[in-house]
């Protein structure tokens, strides 16, 4: 099933045109040098993974996407428009970004039906009915709906990620963005979380994921990003990347993370 | 030593009329005071987050000043600064015109601590919440007033309830411009009988009763909103 969402996909990445696109993307914390001249195309459909080792920029990279955190130089557009500032322009571009966090960040103080709906309801003006209809399938479809009534704090952690999932697919978003799902959870709540998110690549949303789950990565990415001090060292198909790297930096990071 | 004076609650009883129409006085300040002080308080720490310079500045300022300015200056300068000397007068009839120059005093005053313990509210919210709303595309406003606000409130009830009952027993200073209340009929009452302990404790049960139930309510409201994470 996945296997051949993958392929379909790479067939149809040609036609689909790029929708993010980050040129000579530079940061700075401060005197650290957090993005080096950052050039990353992302297709329409296409799943990319961004791997590597800690502090190397990867959750910088996908928090400048929605702009969480500006940039000090290059540009970074998104289906064509560069990102605006500040203000109304910028809400409704990350309206359209779907975004996932390590620590799930549900508000904790609206139960997960309202989680969902908040965006729907006071960004795109959607109905209430309409989108607590919506929301519900949703919920359904990453399988928590029968907690729907229930506060975050109430649900376990695989749980609580799965409504983030939701929670940013009701904005019906160009692209997600994955910033290490899987790493605050207990490994047994790992695999229902990827689930979800590899249906997603099968469905052809467009994802960039910030991730250590190599397993994922080989399943459904397109492509993999690695990066190191604040560079991106390589761009690969995961097959290659995975038997055969061309830098160095990733045939040692490879080395440490795959052989244990 | 005269111990009937000393033991003798008639007084009270003699003025039970008076009594409740003085706590009664004192009850419509306190209520719209706090009412008033909630919303200002609300204004003010939402200048202070926001992501202006200008209105951080002038929120930064505000609560700096009327924290740290007598209550009593604040209600002298409105009722002899305002209404006396500046003829602005919000009612011709005077006890609704000093009415609310004490409440405009009291608010703003009140505010200032409203304000500060909204912002530690704020402070326990975790930046992720701030993340999320902004991710989801609601505006810095939308954000404030639907994610981080309801949070911050729902952490600092039961230090606002204590913002409430020191207000409360701050209507006793309003007798200052010219508002009669409670602490105005026992300043009379004392003059009138002599200052015996009746009449003290009288009034001191009076102000209990108004402020253990507040405190008993804010903590009640605590417990049940308290936001789990």
């Known amino acids: 099933m996945t296997d051949s969402g993958k392929e379909s996909r790479e067939a149809g990445v040609n036609g689909g045109g790029p929708l993010v696109v980050l ?6 914390y401060g005197e650290h040098h957090v993005l080096r001249d950052i050039d990353l195309t992302i297709h329409r459909g296409e799943v990319v993974v961004v791997i590597g080792p800690s502090g190397g920029g990867k959750s910088t990279l996908c928090r400048t996407i929605n702009r969480l955190e500006p940039i000090d130089g290059g540009t970074i557009r998104i289906d064509g428009k560069p990102l605006p500032e500040e203000g109304k322009a910028l809400a409704q571009l990350r309206a359209d970004v779907g975004m996932v966090f390590q620590s799930f960040n549900l508000f904790a103080h609206k139960t997960i039906l309202q989680n969902v709906t908040l965006g729907p309801i006071k960004v795109r003006k959607m109905d209430k009915t309409e989108a607590e209809q919506r929301a519900m399938e949703l919920l359904e479809r990453v399988g928590i709906a029968s907690q729907a009534e229930k506060y975050p704090a109430q649900l376990s952690g695989g ?8 929670r940013a697919l009701a ?3 160009k692209v997600m963005l994955f910033d290490e799902p899987t790493s605050a959870l207990d490994p047994e709540m790992v695999k229902e979380v990827l689930d979800v998110m590899i249906n997603l690549a099968a469905e052809g949303m467009t994802m960039v994921v910030v991730t250590h789950e190599m397993g994922f990565a080989r399943a459904s990415a397109n492509k993999v990003v690695f990066m190191a001090d604040g ?3 390589e761009e690969n198909t995961p097959g290659e990347f995975f038997t055969n790297a061309r830098s160095d930096r990733a045939k ?3 080395s440490k993370i795959l052989t244990h | 030593m005269n111990w009937n004076v ?3 609650f008639s007084p009270l009883a003699d003025n039970s009329d008076k009594l409740l129409s003085a706590f009664w006085a004192t009850i419509r300040i306190s209520v719209t005071v706090g009412i008033l002080s909630l919303v200002i308080g609300t204004l003010i720490t939402a200048m202070r987050v926001s992501p202006i310079r200008v209105l951080r500045v002038a929120g930064a300022f505000y609560v700096n000043t009327l924290r740290n300015t007598p209550l009593t200056l604040v209600l002298l300068f409105c009722s002899l600064g305002l209404s006396d000397t500046l003829k602005f007068r919000i009612s011709g009839t005077p006890s609704i015109n000093f009415f609310w120059l004490a409440v405009f005093g009291m608010s703003v005053y009140t505010a200032a601590f409203v304000a500060e313990s909204l912002r530690a509210g704020i402070n326990t919210v975790p930046m992720g919440q701030a993340e999320a709303a902004r991710a989801i595309g609601l505006t810095f406003t939308q954000s404030l007033r639907m994610v981080i606000m309801p949070q911050a409130f729902r952490s600092v009830i039961a230090p606002l309830g204590s913002v409430m009952i020191a207000m409360i027993k701050n ?4 007798l200052v411009a010219s508002y009669y209340e409670a602490a105005s009929l026992m300043k009379d009452m004392f003059e009138q009988y002599g200052a015996t302990l009746p009449i003290f404790i009288g009034f001191a049960v009076g102000f209990m009763c108004l402020t253990l139930p507040t405190g008993f309510f804010f903590n009640w409201l605590a417990k049940r909103m308290a936001v789990v994470r």
């Open chain 2, 171 to 174: 209507t006793t200073v309003v």
């Open chain 2, 6 to 8: 000393l033991l003798d």
């Open chain 1, 252 to 254: 040692d990071f490879l």
């Open chain 1, 231 to 233: 560079q991106i060292v």
């Open chain 1, 23 to 28: 040129e000579n993307v530079n940061k700075f």
């Open chain 1, 159 to 166: 749980q609580q990620q799965r409504a983030a999932i939701a």
């Open chain 1, 171 to 173: 904005m019906r978003p």
